[in-house]
């Protein structure tokens, strides 16, 4: 079992930053693949960012591609989201989300993910 809690949101201007973390309870963090995924209202949830266990590869979803960074601190159990150049359409809900044994190509599927936290409001004024 993984426990993930969110936390860095709020609200910026667009062209701003923000800073997402996702801590992770237990020993075995390693051992997932981490998501960041994001909810705007009315819509489904869609994939944003993925790194792999051991943070040597990343995936991006084309419209962040260039102003998001996934990364992650096995030590500390965290992994983070960092969002520059933030836009009116970025303005969500982001959850981070732990994926057990998974492809890599699979890593977009919100339905390959395990475990969830339980969000954090990001909103970009234009």
């Known amino acids: 079992q993984v426990q993930l809690v969110e936390s860095g949101g709020g609200l910026v201007q667009a062209g701003g930053s923000l800073r997402l973390s996702c801590a992770a309870s237990?020993?075995?963090?390693?051992?997932?693949?981490m998501g960041w995924f994001r909810q705007a209202p009315g819509n489904e949830r869609e994939f944003v960012a993925a790194i792999t266990r051991s943070g040597d590869s990343t995936y991006y979803t084309d419209s962040v591609k260039g102003r998001f960074t996934i990364s992650r601190d096995n030590a500390k159990n965290t992994v983070y989201l960092q969002m520059n150049s933030l836009k009116p359409e970025d303005t969500a809900v982001y959850y981070c989300a732990a994926a057990g044994s998974v492809f890599v190509r699979y890593l977009p599927r919100v339905d390959e993910y395990n475990f969830w936290g339980q969000g954090t409001q990001v909103t970009v004024s234009s």
């Open positions: 237990g020993r075995t963090f390693s051992s997932y693949a």
